[in-house]
């Protein structure tokens, strides 16, 4: 049974960074694509990044280019999602999520989040202004 953890979510001020990390377990880690969904209270969950397994290929939702990376650590089977220039338009729960295959090649899977086949359970982020 797949497990995905998230941490590192928090509370910042407008401006400031975050770090969230994915601990994955119990499931394939190799040849597959993750990524990371936010949902903000009464909005509908939002694809903001995926990776390919050997990091070679990244997408992005528009709204975080330039200000959030996201990467993978294959050996310890964790993800990471370094986020800067955080606003307050992007306090949401953020998910960790896992794809049994490849990324799709257009979008990443960013524009579905049925593309992926396990969840964790969110990390919140909320900034102030």
């Known amino acids: 049974q797949a497990q995905l953890v998230e941490s590192g979510g928090g509370s910042v001020q407008a401006g400031g960074s975050l770090r969230l990390s994915c601990a994955v377990s119990g499931y394939s880690y190799r040849g597959n694509c993750m990524g990371w969904f936010r949902q903000a209270p009464g909005k509908e969950r939002e694809g903001v990044a995926s990776?390919?397994?050997?990091?070679?290929?990244?997408y992005y939702t528009d709204s975080v280019k330039g200000r959030f990376t996201i990467s993978r650590d294959n050996v310890k089977n964790t993800l990471y999602l370094q986020m800067t220039s955080l606003n307050p338009e992007d306090s949401a729960m953020y998910y960790c999520?896992?794809?049994?295959?490849?990324?799709?090649?257009?979008?990443?899977?960013?524009?579905?989040?049925?593309?992926?086949?396990?969840w964790g359970q969110g990390t919140q982020v909320t900034v102030s202004s």
């Open positions: 999520a896992a794809r049994q295959y490849s990324c799709p090649v257009t979008s990443g899977g960013l524009d579905n989040a049925a593309y992926f086949d396990y």
């Open positions: 990776i390919d397994f050997r990091g070679g290929a990244t």
